[in-house]
């Protein structure tokens, strides 16, 4: 049975969070000082139970809040984004032998709402089912803090992620821009071990390529906020 076990370091150590704030402020990312307990991935692993065919796709946030709450994860978001900081959307990735793709350089630019309302700055509304789909204002994004925890060992030949260290300093960016800095500056390969958890920026310029290794590279994908939304909008909760 999995206990949940508080985190020693975050927010109680403030190296920790200072090194953690430095990171994402000058990267655009950072690393969790300590990887996730493995009790802890076995009892998501269970908690999930996805199948492979699935390889993207969104994920009921509830079901997993008591399994966050037994990770050092929310006390570390939390002590970057404030108390009230909060998952609001989640994703489930999964690239293996039936199901590779490769992603080209974006910035993450959406919000998943409740609702479909005519907000000024929230645009190209979609309906996802449990959910819409909108363009957000480059501001709110610039708040945001996405996590990216590893269910398996990945690098280069799994398709690890890709990013553009510093990119998210220059706000959202058009189609031109992001070309413009993919050909004129470096990008580096994160590869990780399963258990580390990866902070991000959602305005990082990240991609990654398609796999060429039969290994699974599963990964949850959490984004999270701490400020409420303009004009009556509200985040999905599924």
Not at 189 to 202: I, T, Y
């Amino acid at each position: 049975m999995f206990e949940p076990v508080p985190c020693p370091l975050i927010p109680a150590c403030p190296l920790c969070a200072g090194q953690l704030e430095e990171g994402l402020a000058h990267e655009g990312y950072a690393w969790l000082p300590e990887p996730i307990a493995e009790v802890a991935l076995i009892h998501l692993e269970e908690l999930l139970h996805a199948p492979q065919g699935f390889a993207r796709r969104p994920l009921p946030l509830a079901r997993m809040e008591a399994w966050l709450h037994g990770t050092p994860i929310p006390d570390a978001v939390r002590a970057l984004l404030g108390a009230e900081a909060r998952p609001v959307r989640a994703f489930w990735l999964d690239k293996h032998e039936e199901e590779n793709w490769d992603i080209p350089w974006h910035q993450d630019t959406t919000f998943a709402l409740a609702d479909a309302l005519e907000v000024p700055g929230f645009l190209g509304w979609h309906n996802k089912a449990h959910f819409y789909e909108a363009q957000a204002p480059g501001e709110l994004i610039a708040r945001m803090v996405s996590t990216r925890l590893h269910l398996d060992d990945v690098g280069p030949a799994e398709g690890c992620l890709k990013v553009l260290p510093g990119s998210h300093q220059h706000g959202r960016l058009d189609p031109a821009e992001i070309a413009d800095r993919v050909a004129t500056r470096p990008s580096l390969h994160v590869p990780a071990h399963r258990g580390s958890v990866l902070l991000m920026k959602p305005l990082l310029l990240h991609a990654s390529d398609r796999a060429i290794s039969p290994r699974r590279r599963r990964i949850l994908h959490l984004e999270w906020a701490a400020f409420d939304l303009p004009g009556g909008l509200r985040w999905a909760w599924f």
